[in-house]
């Protein structure tokens, strides 16, 4: 009777499983067997043929201590045919005296997995929503809907959500042709009265409408958001009415809570991201000043360590600007003098400081002297960090020191003209006075040489003389439109006999059609001798005079004309080379130190330069830029 009470079909065999010995009434409804049918019945009746064999082989496999399970087995049923059923046995008894099994139809097995399937699809699919919302924040709405359709089984999926910019609501998901792009506000209000629709029923919205038109057969729709506040409508549509759940309102209405969740976080997230647009671009732009800004730059934090620097203080200091993050600034502003009490004073009164004669060095341990000023910045939550600013004036007191030396120099321009023009004179007399006292006493006369020495020594001087005036007067410059390559020739060409006798070759190349060259031709001309002069004199023993004039083109000088002269003598040293167009500076024993002095500033009055090259052993190369093409006036230049 205990047996009757279940409602599992329960048979009780024999230890060998031969025969059944009783069995309980929900087997006598599965067998469709009465109890005096059963009772004694071999098994072989009820499980038939080969597969009966296997059954009874496994049945007596069965023991106390372990079950046998036998899935899919055919029941052989009196009138309805055979039946699949899931047998599992134990034996019981002392000696194993009897057999029980339970049976079920294999049916109930699979509908149950089939459930459990299911329901592990749903919570994969509330899983999946979640983690869309969780991990995609404001592109999680497709994949919202993407796990709604699996959690309801349906065949469409979508939603009309709030327009940003119009009073309207827009589609979103992938949805048939047949359902309209917007949905008036109006329309919105019928749908949670109508909320589902079935085929057979009359489409009395839109919504319903493009559902019958698309070939669906039910519809479901939740409102998404607030009740003061709707955002937008959820829907799901099935091709079959039959297969729409029994709690597709409820799982519709949790998607469309979940949908609120994403349209919700995609603002959020579309306002934080603009936030942090505006605050990157702000960012950018503060790096941007910083690295253009000619100051070296450091932010500090509370504890004097460098949060933040721009590219000038990591030139400045010689590093790199990843290597200054974090480093105490006492390890990077090294000075005999002690900066951090102007730091903390600057941090502790809320005041600025600065120091504006400091001693600092670079990464080497080369000194610089540089100006210190630091502000405090205050934050919201009480913390201070200081702002440094330092300027190197390395370059100010090289200015100012050659701001004094141009000073010097003129005040000693000013006393060399005065002087050569008072000494000229002088020496003119005595030159003439030798002259006449070396006539009257002849060539024979053992004082001549004497006489003769003096007569040069003085010539010497009046050439030193006109040269000091001349570097020190400004230049009258008559500018005109000049053939540069005519000039060359002519001049070559002048000093043929010249080369000649020094055993030079004259090599000149000069590009055809080149612009003029506005200039003073005389100022030209000088300049252009005492190169070639130059060059004689660095060619004892003879050599090649190199002439080369072409044009260049300059994307920001513009175009101009290049002249370079060329010889082959000994060379300059090379410690000499960067101080051969100061004034008195030469090579020569007999120079005076101010024929490249003055063709340097004759170049610069034309607004051109001039450089030089030198290869020891080899000859020096002295290159001429001047512009082409510009218009002609007159000027002064100094």
């Not at 009757?4 to 065999?13: E, G, R, S, Y």
Request: with cysteine; net charge negative; proline share 7%.
């Amino acid at each position: 009777m205990l047996a009757d009470t279940t409602d599992d079909a329960l048979i009780v065999l024999s230890g060998d499983a031969g025969r059944l010995l009783t069995c309980n009434h929900t087997f006598l409804l599965l067998s469709e067997y009465s109890r005096s049918d059963v009772e004694g019945m071999a098994l072989s009746l009820l499980f038939a043929g080969e597969p009966g064999q296997r059954v009874a082989e496994g049945l007596r496999a069965s023991s106390q201590h372990r079950e046998t399970q036998l899935d899919d087995t055919l029941l052989e049923r009196r009138s309805s045919g055979p039946l699949e059923v899931d047998l599992k046995a134990v034996a019981v008894g002392t000696a194993r005296s009897a057999i029980v099994v339970r049976l079920r139809p294999s049916a109930l097995r699979l509908a149950a997995a089939t459930a459990e399937q299911a329901a592990r699809a749903r919570l994969d699919a509330l899983s999946r929503m979640t983690s869309a919302l969780e991990v995609e924040a404001a592109r999680g709405l497709p994949g919202v809907l993407t796990a709604a359709q699996r959690l309801l089984s349906c065949d469409v999926v979508g939603l009309y959500r709030l327009s940003p910019t119009a009073p309207e609501y827009l589609r979103v998901g992938d949805l048939p042709a047949s359902f309209p792009a917007t949905l008036p506000p109006a329309q919105l209000e019928p749908l949670r009265q109508e909320a589902s629709w079935m085929i057979g029923q009359r489409p009395g919205h839109p919504i319903h409408k493009a559902a019958r038109a698309a070939g669906l057969a039910a519809l479901q729709a939740a409102t998404i958001g607030e009740s003061e506040a709707w955002v937008g409508v959820a829907f799901a549509g099935w091709r079959d009415a039959a297969q729409v759940p029994p709690d597709a309102p409820a799982l519709l209405g949790l998607a469309a809570s979940l949908c609120h969740s994403a349209l919700r976080l995609a603002g959020l997230t579309a306002q934080a991201s603009a936030q942090a647009s505006e605050s990157g671009q702000a960012e950018r732009e503060l790096e941007a000043i910083l690295d253009v800004a000619g100051e070296a730059f450091l932010m500090l934090d509370r504890e004097l360590r460098v949060r933040r620097c721009n590219r000038a203080a990591a030139d400045l200091l010689g590093y790199q600007p990843a290597e200054l993050l974090g480093v105490p600034v006492n390890d990077l502003l090294i000075s005999p003098d002690d900066l951090t009490a102007t730091l903390l004073d600057a941090a502790g009164h809320r005041r600025p400081g600065e120091r504006p004669q400091l001693v600092l060095h670079h990464r080497d341990g080369t000194p610089f002297p540089a100006h210190v000023r630091v502000s405090p910045v205050e934050h919201d939550h009480e913390e201070v960090s200081l702002a440094l600013s330092i300027q190197d004036l390395s370059e100010r007191e090289a200015l100012a020191g050659q701001s004094e030396v141009l000073h010097q120099r003129a005040v000693l321009g000013e006393v060399s003209a005065i002087f050569a023009h008072e000494v000229r004179n002088p020496i003119n007399n005595i030159s003439t006075g030798i002259q006449l006292v070396a006539s009257r006493l002849g060539e024979q006369h053992p004082l001549y040489p004497s006489l003769d020495r003096v007569h040069k020594e003085c010539n010497r001087l009046d050439q030193l003389m006109r040269d000091v005036l001349l570097f020190a007067r400004p230049l009258e410059l008559k500018m005109e439109p000049v053939d540069l390559a005519a000039m060359i020739q002519m001049l070559l060409q002048r000093w043929k006999p010249r080369l000649g006798q020094a055993q030079i070759r004259p090599h000149a190349e000069l590009q055809p059609g080149l612009p003029p060259v506005p200039a003073d031709p005389r100022a030209l001309e000088q300049v252009l001798v005492n190169l070639i002069s130059n060059a004689i004199q660095a060619m004892p023993a003879g050599g090649t005079l190199s002439v080369r004039l072409l044009a260049k083109a300059e994307p920001e000088a513009g175009p101009s004309v290049e002249l370079q002269i060329a010889d082959t003598g000994p060379g300059i040293p090379a410690d000499q080379v960067a101080r051969i167009f100061d004034p008195f500076f030469t090579t020569k024993k007999e120079g005076t130190g101010l024929g490249l002095a003055i063709s340097r500033r004759i170049v610069a009055a034309h607004k051109g330069s001039i450089q030089a090259e030198s290869f020891p052993g080899a000859g020096t190369l002295f290159t001429i830029r001047l512009p082409a093409g510009s218009p002609v006036g007159r000027g002064k230049g100094r």
